[in-house]
């Protein structure tokens, strides 16, 4: 609903999500309305399935949103540029296919709307977007993008599965990106020592692909005891490297030290998570629906248990364990097939062996 303040009473209904009806006011950005330049209208939706943005150009009666950022792929924090004339958002998208459980900078156009088409409309296609522009890319993790107030540069919180995040700067032009203040990660970090998670899939015994990523030593020889990391929420997602919100970080990092300390770690983003599309973001049989996330969990537990590095003899405490709970995220219990399973679950703590 868009209306003039002196005339609060007239407020016109400029966009409605249709059928199904939109779930972005389940998500945690919102809406996220904005007004750009040329009296455009700025707002997050899920009317394509995903976690998308789409500008209006004079909101009245008769609009049609536009897509702005068209893609198999999940758009979470903006900043418009001081003019208002373009936007500069993160995404886990790009080239690589494990971009997907990354987040890149890109930046779009939105002035001029009205010259590019028809928009798009419940079942439209968008082709009435301007083409979004790459700004960060490669294995790293940026987040929270600022515009400088020239408008030239973009500022923003760079990590990557090795470093730590420090801000970071970069042109809004395009070039090279430059990391700020990096000389204040501690000489002794061992970034080297870190390893490189991988991205995973499997399928839960309803069909769906889960998705996660496995921490494993890549000169690994032997066989070890393994530990499904569960993330608080549902609405995250774990990334392939340092995440943007602080104590997912430090649980990443703690990943990574149980994984040098000899376990293979499988983080898991359940049905639920973020990042995936409406349909993952927003089950139909999830919760008290169904619970279909603890499939997820189950499967990542049948997933462990059939690899060959999982060492069988290292069971918790024979055939099911329950590992403690922290406060931030949930361990559950792993029904396998066997009675020497040596699935542990745990949040931070590892299994008894």
């Not at 790009?94 to 590019?116: C, M, N, Q, W």
């Not at 809004?172 to 870190?194: H, S, W």
Request: aromatic share 8%.
């Amino acid at each position: 609903m868009v209306a003039d303040v002196s005339k609060p009473d007239e407020a016109v209904a400029v966009a409605t999500s249709g059928e199904p009806i939109d779930q972005i006011a389940r998500s945690p950005v919102g809406l996220g309305v904005r007004w750009a330049a040329g009296d455009t209208l700025v707002f997050f939706s899920y009317r394509d399935g995903w976690q998308h943005l789409y500008a209006i150009e004079h909101p009245g009666k008769d609009s049609q949103p536009v897509l702005l950022t068209p893609g198999n792929f999940m758009v979470e924090q903006v900043a418009l540029t001081p003019d208002r004339k373009a936007i500069v958002y993160n995404a886990n998208t790009g080239a690589d296919p494990a971009d997907f459980e990354r987040r890149h900078l890109y930046k779009v156009d939105i002035s001029g709307l009205g010259t590019r088409g028809s928009g798009l409309g419940a079942g439209g296609s968008g082709l009435g977007a301007g083409k979004p522009v790459a700004l960060t890319a490669a294995t790293g993790i940026e987040w929270n993008p600022v515009v400088t107030g020239d408008g030239r540069t973009v500022a923003f919180i760079s990590g990557d599965a090795k470093r730590p995040p420090v801000p970071a700067v970069v042109p809004i032009a395009g070039g090279t990106p430059k990391l700020v203040a990096a000389d204040r990660i501690p000489q002794d970090f061992p970034a080297e020592k870190l390893l490189l998670p991988q991205p995973v899939t499997f399928n839960a015994s309803d069909g769906e692909e889960v998705h996660g990523q496995l921490f494993r030593a890549a000169n690994r020889r032997t066989r070890g005891p393994a530990i499904i990391y569960i993330h608080g929420g549902g609405p995250r997602q774990m990334l392939l490297g340092y995440h943007y919100r602080w104590e997912y970080a430090n649980d990443y990092a703690i990943n990574q030290y149980l994984a040098s300390r000899g376990f293979i770690v499988l983080s898991v983003n359940y049905r639920l998570s973020v990042g995936y599309g409406a349909a993952y973001e927003f089950p139909e049989h999830a919760g008290a629906r169904g619970a279909s996330e603890y499939r997820d969990i189950q499967a990542a537990g049948l997933f462990l248990q059939r690899r060959p590095d999982v060492d069988p003899a290292a069971s918790a405490s024979g055939a099911r364990r329950t590992a403690a709970t922290s406060r931030r995220s949930r361990s559950a219990a792993i029904p396998t097939s066997s009675p020497r399973a040596s699935i542990c679950t745990a949040s931070t703590i590892g299994c008894r062996r």
